[in-house]
């Protein structure tokens, strides 16, 4: 049964901190008013093109930029409560299938971005913040859901936060923020470990992960911070050796450890928070690079290979000449693949973020002065393949091309030794991606303008986050034939955050889902997020779950139930800002596009609201 929900346009902030809100505009004379539709799917096998949500008129709600600007706050909004117990959650909306997976669902992202002395960070800098959602299914014919939220106990949080008053006081600068008060020339907090980008839990043991350095190992059960772990050898020291591009670099990067490592804290080597699964050997990828890299047009990554069991059973080091960034990669039989993303050292940039006028992140900026997008393809096992290109050469794709994130990667090989490599990702334009601005967060006002990350008119759309098919083609030898880039399925919304049944990940694969901007909301018409999307990559279908209007979704998780490839569940965070809640959403995978793929919907408690998720893992009891 469809729930009934009554809301009205917030004028004043009611939360207990957003960020930084203060009336910005003036309501319009006459709004436009936008219909308020019921959470429905939406199947387009033929023209994806097409879709849009179909509505059905209940409610109206203001559509302008006064009411956008409000709801894009409240996805953002801190929570400083901390569950001691587990809070079975209440459902509001169908039921929980008995057969339903015995397991967790864990989700990490910030949960604080205001202290008590005024002073706002960028969501990225906002502390780790874990939630987590057991199913637990009691005597075979009913399913509990539990809830749980604590922050990373990380340094910066145990020195950010006093636990004896519950108040909060910034004191490390972050990447993306500055500090308005206090010392700001050569600051030495800058490298501030939140732990709050993604989960993983292997080998029996749960972790919270950050791009700028080590994990977080979190106890499952309590949800209680172990402490900050060393994953792999050698995480204390680099490998010295040179590389085959002349020593200024080395003499460059030994120059710079000791001031990174030594005066700003940073680890020698970063951790990258994006691992991977391969599902046929049983095993977890990881990545690292040098702490200096991010400084110079050379760069050091490492991979790591994990069995079942945390033991290290394979690493592979390389150097690469070019100066670039990178959040997420793919992997498939044969080959780590970096999509590259091309960064410059800014001068003017670094001068003022030393200074602490400006953040750290100023010292970069994307640099788009080649129109194709670098792909390398480092060989996984080089004593196993014939390979005889140079991997430090890459192939160029013919785009030009900003990676956000990989769904995933695999190849295919012919009786010829030929072999072609698929790529689905999320990508968007440099045009469109600032360092400085991600989120639409303001540095300079502190506030988050929803206007920045919001384009108008059908250019957008190859702006925008938006989902690609990268097609490479190699002979025998490994030499690139061809290198294409197409809109997967030719689904040209605003997309991002893909996923797939990860029993399926460095295979070839069927179908992805990820989240979407149903184009509905004239102010937000690209993000958030409102609907997820389901592809079949074989039949280039499209169908999609849309949970309405003043209703947002984070990233999709797929949990499986049977042995076919969309046999399951998805679940999505909905965030609806019309009625202040979060809602755990259970669709069934197989019906998405359909009027019943809703399975149920559970709310969370209203003092338990938390902020918009980034990334999840669903972890099997089994």
């Avoid at 008060?181 to 292997?202: C, D, F, I, S």
């Avoid at 400084?295 to 290979?305: G, I, K, M, P, S």
């Avoid at 809640?581 to 919907?601: E, T």
Wanted: aromatic fraction near 12%; glycine fraction near 6%.
């Amino acid at each position: 049964m469809q729930a009934k929900y009554h809301f009205q346009v917030i004028p004043k902030p009611i939360f207990l901190s957003l960020i930084n809100i203060s009336p910005m505009h003036r309501p319009p004379p006459l709004p436009r008013l936008l219909k308020q539709p019921r959470a429905i799917s939406t199947s387009t096998p033929n023209e994806p093109e097409s879709s849009t949500p179909v509505t059905t008129s209940t409610l109206q709600v203001v559509d302008d930029s006064v009411a956008a600007f409000w709801d894009y706050q409240f996805l953002f909004v801190s929570q400083r409560s901390e569950t001691n117990e587990p809070v079975t959650l209440q459902i509001v909306e169908g039921a929980v299938p008995p057969e339903f997976p015995s397991g967790t669902y864990y989700l990490a992202g910030p949960g604080l971005f205001r202290d008590d002395h005024g002073l706002t960070l960028h969501p990225l800098d906002g502390h780790g913040y874990l939630r987590a959602f057991s199913f637990d299914g009691v005597n075979g014919d009913e399913v509990h859901v539990k809830f749980m939220a604590k922050y990373v106990k990380t340094e910066a949080q145990m020195e950010e936060h006093d636990p004896v008053t519950d108040t909060w006081r910034f004191r490390h600068r972050g990447l993306f923020s500055v500090l308005k008060r206090g010392q700001k020339v050569w600051m030495t907090k800058v490298m501030k470990n939140v732990a709050n980008t993604t989960v993983l839990r292997w080998g029996g043991r749960l972790f919270c992960l950050w791009d700028g350095g080590e994990p977080y190992e979190i106890e499952s059960e309590t949800l209680d911070t172990v402490g900050k772990v060393k994953l792999m050898d050698g995480w204390d020291s680099v490998v010295e050796g040179g590389s085959d591009y002349g020593d200024v670099w080395d003499v460059t990067a030994r120059l710079l450890r000791p001031i990174l490592s030594g005066v700003l804290k940073m680890p020698v080597k970063r951790l990258l928070s994006h691992y991977k699964f391969d599902a046929r050997k049983n095993r977890l990828l990881m990545m690292s690079c040098n702490a200096e890299d991010i400084l110079l047009a050379r760069n050091n990554f490492t991979f790591y290979e994990f069995d079942s069991n945390f033991k290290q059973v394979g690493k592979k080091e390389f150097i690469i000449p070019d100066h670039l960034m990178i959040h997420d990669w793919a992997f498939t039989a044969t080959y780590y693949i970096l999509f590259a993303n091309r960064v410059k050292l800014d001068v003017a940039g670094t001068v003022t973020s030393v200074c602490g006028i400006t953040p750290t992140i100023t010292a970069l900026s994307v640099n788009p002065s080649k129109d194709t997008s670098p792909i390398y393809l480092l060989p996984r096992f080089p004593n196993e393949v014939n390979y005889s290109r140079d991997w430090r050469v890459p192939i160029e794709a013919p785009s030009q091309l900003w990676l956000l994130h990989v769904g995933n990667a695999y190849e295919n090989l012919d009786e010829n030794w030929n072999s072609e490599i698929q790529i689905h990702a999320s990508v968007c334009s440099y045009e469109w991606f600032t360092l400085q601005k991600l989120l639409g967060y303001d540095w300079q006002s502190g506030k988050l303008d929803p206007s920045i990350v919001n384009l108008y008119g059908n250019e957008s759309k190859t702006l925008l986050p938006h989902l690609v098919q990268v097609s490479i083609n190699l002979d025998a030898n490994g030499i690139c034939q061809s290198c294409g880039v197409e809109p997967l399925n030719k689904w040209n919304k605003s997309s991002d955050l893909p996923v797939i049944n990860p029993a399926f990940s460095g295979s070839k694969n069927k179908y992805m889902y990820a989240a979407a901007a149903s184009g509905s909301r004239s102010a937000l018409p690209n993000f958030p997020y409102d609907m997820v999307v389901k592809l079949n990559v074989s039949t280039k279908s499209v169908h999609t779950w849309s949970a309405g209007s003043r209703r947002f979704i984070g990233e999709p998780a797929f949990i499986a139930k049977g042995s076919e490839e969309d046999d399951g569940y998805v679940l999505v965070v909905e965030y609806a800002v019309a009625v202040q809640r979060c809602y755990l959403v259970i669709l069934d995978s197989q019906k998405i596009g359909a009027a019943d793929a809703l399975v149920a919907r559970l709310e969370v408690p209203k003092h338990l609201n938390f902020p918009f998720g980034f990334h999840g893992f669903w972890a099997s009891d089994e």
